[in-house]
């Protein structure tokens, strides 16, 4: 068939005035008829549900985002109580990370673990993951494959350990933000 025969054979919109202003669509073969304000009415919801993630979603790809920032501080040296950008202690680098993604944490080791509702064993960590060791006294980011992100402590830079020997003895807890 040609592309002139099928342009006569498809349905065709008309749009007709009403009485109150609004517009009516219908299509010329019948098969739909609705107001302009039920159209876009229909748009915006079905964009809404596209739109709309579950938390649990919501919060996979904000782990994502706070993970990716938290990486490319790899090599900025650690400076005692900053918070970035170009340098970081580490209660400052994972909550400049997270503040990035859209979550708001507290400035200190302490505070962050106790503000994070939920909290999450050695065994259940997801990359985003907030690692704490010795007494809640530093925090790491777990980035997955058994590795975290970190601001080590002064004359070190930020970067990415594997997660054994010291760590694994020293762990304190884990929670995770935005969940």
């Known amino acids: 068939m040609t592309a002139e025969a099928m342009a006569d054979t498809a349905p065709t919109l008309q749009?007709?005035?009403t009485?109150?202003?609004?517009e009516q669509v219908q299509s010329t073969d019948g098969t739909e008829t609705r107001t302009e304000s039920e159209?876009?009415?229909?748009?915006?919801?079905?964009?809404?549900?596209?739109?709309?993630?579950?938390k649990a979603?919501?919060?996979?790809?904000?782990?994502r985002k706070a993970v990716s920032v938290a990486k490319k501080q790899v090599g900025d040296p650690y400076r005692w109580g900053a918070s970035g950008p170009g340098a970081f202690d580490c209660s400052g680098l994972v909550q400049f990370a997270w503040r990035k993604a859209g979550v708001s944490l507290p400035r200190?080791?302490?505070?962050?673990?106790?503000?994070?509702?939920?909290k999450v064993s050695w065994s259940n960590l997801r990359p985003g993951d907030l690692l704490f060791f010795s007494g809640k006294?530093?925090?790491?980011?777990?980035?997955?494959?058994?590795?975290?992100?970190?601001?080590p402590s002064s004359g070190k830079t930020v970067r990415i350990v594997k997660l054994e020997g010291y760590y694994r003895s020293s762990f304190?807890?884990?929670?995770r933000p935005g969940a």
């Open 15 to 17: 749009v007709n005035g």
């Open 39 to 54: 159209a876009k009415t229909k748009a915006k919801a079905k964009a809404k549900a596209k739109a709309k993630l579950s």
């Open 137 to 151: 006294g530093h925090v790491g980011m777990y980035v997955g494959n058994g590795r975290m992100v970190h601001s």
């Open 172 to 175: 304190a807890g884990a929670a």
């Open 19 to 22: 009485a109150s202003g609004s």
């Open 57 to 63: 979603a919501l919060q996979k790809v904000r782990a």
């Open 108 to 118: 200190i080791t302490h505070s962050q673990y106790r503000a994070i509702r939920k």
